[in-house]
Structures are given as C-alpha cells and as structure tokens.
C-alpha cells in the first residue's frame, strides 16, 4: 500500500537552532514530491516540488531535498514565524490520477 | 488574484439535514478535489475532477456526493450528514498536469 510517512511528529526549536523534518514514501512510482505549509484553521500553502532524487530548491531559509525513499525539509536559523504544520505529499504515476498521497505531517513550533 | 473559494468558511448543523459546500477557482483549472482533515489522520482524499462532468471517487467517499457542471464549481454535497462527518474541508485545484495545487481556505463543519 502507497504511504507517507513524516517525523518527528512535533518539533520544538529554539529560535536560530536549525533543523530537518523527514519525509519517508513508498510509492511505485514517484511522479512528485510535495512540500506545503499549514497554518492553524488554514489551507495548506504550496511550498517546493522536487521530481527526481538528488534535486533540491530553496526558498528563504527553507531547503527540500529528495532521494530515491525520502525527503528532507531544512530549516535554517528558523524564526517564531515559521512555526506551522508541514505537509509532505506524494504524488504517483498511473492509476490514481497524480492524486496526492499526504502524510500527517510535522506540527514545528519555534520559540523566541 | 489566482484562488480557491470555499464557502461557508463555518458551519454547524444537525444530523440529516442536508448540505452544500460550495467551491470556485478563478484559475480555469481542469483538476479540482475535495479533502477532510482530521486530528491524527491528515488530509484523506474525498472525491475529485479531471474535467466537466468527470468525477471519481477519493479513499473516503461514503456519504458525499459531488458534481462538476462548469469548469470553475466543484460543490460537495452531503445528503445526509452524520457526526462522523464533523470536519475540516479543503478544496484544491490544479490544471491538467496536475503539478501544482491551491488549496481553499478550508470549511469547518460541525454535525450535531
């Protein structure tokens, strides 16, 4: 069975303590890899997609990496607004229609 | 401004009175989707649209319904709601090669 699988499930950093969240998959064929945040009562917002290993993107002091089993979100220097749920998704070739496989995601709370 | 539109954002109703959550994207997407996010179970697919008047079923389907008339409009339709349906729901759209998503703002529904 396709599944996403995250940890930690929570994480609390100090401010400026970097840090990664993981993000294992195990999908027959990876299409996509999916990175969104989710503030508290929100829609998730679109963060990176990664598409084949080695590729990596950045965005401020967010870096996603992928391999051929997992991902990884670093976290650079982290600040209070940071602080939010983040979502990885998979996203598979063939008979579901690229449809997203999310996983439960990383509750990231970063302390000032 | 590029968006998914869910209304309402809160409701609270009671148990067989049936309902319609409405969702519009501006974005002339093919793909739209509806999810349920629960504490401890993440985003699980309910149903989804590749195009007008196509829809399939997601992993949980039992007790929605769905329809795609117009390109723009993806409504979730519950005939009947029960408790069980108490719930944070997204909408997302994405165009045909399915890369990208934007998610509403979320409705949160309290069956009682």
């Not at chain 1, 996403?4 to 195990?26: D, I, K, M």
């Not at chain 1, 401020?60 to 602080?83: G, Q």
């Not at chain 1, 690229?98 to 439960?104: A, S, T």
Request: overall charge positive.
């Amino acid at each position: 069975e396709d599944q996403v699988t995250q940890s930690p499930e929570a994480l609390r950093l100090q401010e400026g303590e970097s840090s990664s969240l993981n993000c294992s998959y195990t999908v027959s064929g990876l299409r996509g890899l999916f990175w969104y945040r989710q503030d508290p009562g929100k829609g998730p917002e679109f963060l990176f997609t990664l598409y084949s290993a080695g590729e990596e993107k950045e965005k401020e002091r967010l870096k996603a990496t992928l391999t051929k089993k997992e991902s990884f979100l670093h976290i650079t220097a982290p600040k209070p607004e940071d602080s939010a749920t983040y979502l990885c998704a998979a996203q598979e070739y063939g008979g579901s229609q690229g449809n997203l496989i999310f996983g439960k995601g990383t509750k990231l709370s970063v302390k000032p | 401004e590029a968006q998914v539109t869910q209304n309402p954002r809160y409701l609270i109703t009671v148990t067989g009175k049936k309902l319609t959550v409405t969702c519009s994207q501006n974005m002339n997407h093919e793909y739209m989707s509806w999810y349920r996010q629960d504490p401890g179970l993440g985003l699980r697919q309910i149903y989804y649209s590749m195009n007008v008047e196509v829809t399939d079923k997601g992993d949980v389907p039992e007790g929605y319904k769905v329809s795609r008339k117009e390109k723009r409009n993806f409504p979730l339709i519950l005939e009947s709601p029960s408790p069980n349906q108490t719930s944070l729901y997204f909408c997302a759209s994405s165009s045909h090669d399915r890369r990208g998503y934007t998610f509403g703002s979320g409705t949160r529904l309290t069956v009682v």
